[in-house]
């Protein structure tokens, strides 16, 4: 081969090394052959998503950072995610040393109290995400006279407080308190890591440290709404119905709804006095332990007739809560006799995402079913037709609620009753249907603000008054075990007798 045709055919050679080598370098490909997924960060947007709400019992999310021009503030992001129903309390409660904030009023999940560490922002920062905060909720509030509170008062003295404060866990708990100071009960502001616990739970990776349990106070105790499988507790040998008395020898008080007593460090030991429907109280020390898992629904053709399907939700806020109801339901109908009734548990429920509420719902129910009324424009709740929905139209439901039935929860079963698709059984629910949205700061604090009211189809609304049962049965379902639960009986009774 001539010696010019040999060095052309060398320098090509070297220059497809290089090319190779070039495009190695340039790839998501690290030298083992795995892919490393490129991070892209996403442009501001404002698209919902659904609360207490239903905001939430329980415990990682890149936070997107809105783009800045010269002359503007950076806007707030509003997460894609629908908004969340109503007003729940479910979300394991949050780490903030000085206060706790839970998505829910009524239950709540207990999470590490370990003081989290963070930096306070220079002061001219604190008052750039301030001064967003109380813009955000200038434009978007759901009540044009702020719910009866002097907005611009509110700013003048919380602009102040901003000022003086001295740690960053301050300084999100003051913004919190001017959020709180609207008296809405469903509006909230939560600080970077008690918004990065509430992703955990949204996106089914639950991580926290604690015993594992959802729960909600009332009357000087702690009823136990959800237990995590695997958890410190579930091996202690707590179950939902349970009732917590005490903690370490010291009674329950109201300032035990956040649950800090129960909380703790990794390895720590607490012990809890439990009581168990028709049992004495016992004791119960745990040991403290990194909390993972997700909230799932529990299923089961009941005991006392096997033909009679029984399913606990304990929450919407998990975004495949859906898809893990839909797997539920597919179970309940292969059973070893035809499905003649179906009962749905929302008591303790404290809401969740409407989205995934709506995916339930459609497995019943299909055409509008409610209205989210806001200061714009109206939005029909019209649910998706589910999987299930033809082998279900026909089976008898019931629901059952309580107070600590809040939000996502209260907009399902009023739907659904008003729609005559199911009969209601228990006490009233809490009444809190507002829809909330959340906005995302760039500091990764998060504000969820009121923006709608629910609606059922004629109008009339749920807020204050809650679902009113069929069955009105004025019991603490706590008190009994499923076998001899007062709800439970009537809703098998009216299963047989369904018009």
């Known amino acids: 081969m001539p010696q010019t045709q040999t060095r052309r055919l060398a320098f090509n050679a070297v220059l497809l090394v290089m090319a190779v080598l070039l495009l190695w370098g340039c790839s ?34 890149i936070i997107e950072e809105p783009t800045q021009t010269p002359e503007e503030q950076p806007a707030p992001t509003r997460t894609p995610r629908k908004g969340l129903g109503g007003g729940g309390n479910q979300t394991p409660t949050q780490v903030a040393p000085t206060r706790t904030r839970t998505t829910r009023p009524t239950t709540t999940a207990e999470a590490n109290a370990a003081t989290p560490i963070a930096t306070l922002m220079p002061s001219a920062d604190r008052l750039d995400i301030f001064q967003q905060v109380w813009e955000t909720v200038h434009d978007n ?54 918004a990065r616990e509430e992703d955990d739970l949204m996106n089914g990776n639950t991580s926290y440290v604690g015993v594992g349990i959802f729960s909600r106070y ?38 035990d709804e956040d649950l800090s007593r129960i909380r703790g460090p990794e390895g720590s030991k607490v012990t809890l006095t439990v009581r168990s429907p028709g049992e004495d109280p016992r004791d119960i020390e ?6 993972k898992g997700k ?7 009941l005991e006392v007739d096997p033909s009679v399907g029984y399913m606990v939700i304990p929450s919407f806020d998990p975004t495949d809560m859906d898809e893990q109801v839909d797997a539920e339901l597919t179970t309940l109908l292969k059973g070893d006799e035809p499905l003649k009734g179906l009962i749905i548990d929302l008591r303790g429920n404290g809401g969740g995402l409407l989205d995934t509420m709506e995916h339930i719902v459609g497995q019943f129910q299909t055409g509008q079913t409610g209205i989210y009324a806001s200061r714009g424009q109206d939005r029909k709740m019209i649910p998706p037709r589910g999987s299930h929905y033809q082998q279900l139209k026909n089976i008898p439901l019931v629901i059952l609620v309580d107070g600590g039935s809040e939000s996502a929860s209260e907009m399902m079963t009023g739907a659904l009753q008003y729609a005559g698709r199911a009969k209601v059984v228990g006490v009233p629910s809490a009444g809190n249907t507002e829809t909330v949205y959340p906005y995302d700061f760039d500091d990764g604090s998060r504000l969820w603000l009121a923006e709608e009211g629910f609606q059922l189809p004629d109008g009339s609304t749920l807020e204050g008054t809650g679902v009113i049962p069929d069955a009105q049965i004025d019991v603490d379902w706590t008190q009994y075990s499923e076998r001899d639960d007062p709800h439970i009986l009537k809703a098998i009774e009216l299963l047989k007798n369904f018009q």
Do not use: C
């Not at 919902?48 to 990682?60: I, K, L, M, Q, S």
């Not at 909230?295 to 053709?301: F, G």
């Open 286 to 291: 745990l040991v403290r332990r990194p909390i």
């Open 141 to 194: 509030y759901l009540y044009e006279d702020f719910h009866g509170a002097d907005w611009d008062a509110l700013r003048t003295e919380y602009e102040q407080k901003v000022k003086d404060v001295t740690t960053a866990e301050d300084f999100y708990a003051t913004v919190d308190d001017m959020i709180t100071a609207l008296g809405d009960d469903h509006s909230r502001y939560l600080s970077p890591w008690a």
């Open 295 to 301: 909230v799932v629904p529990i299923s089961r053709r």
């Open 218 to 255: 009332t009357e000087n105790e702690i009823q136990v709404v959800y237990v995590f499988p695997g958890s410190p507790a579930e091996e202690g040998g707590i179950q939902r119905r349970d009732v917590i008395t005490a903690v370490d020898g010291t009674p329950i008080t109201p300032e």
């Open 28 to 61: 998501d490909l690290p030298v083992n052959g795995q892919a490393t997924p490129t991070t892209v960060a996403a442009a501001p947007t404002r698209t919902p998503r659904p609360t207490r709400v239903a905001p939430t019992p329980t415990d990682e999310v």
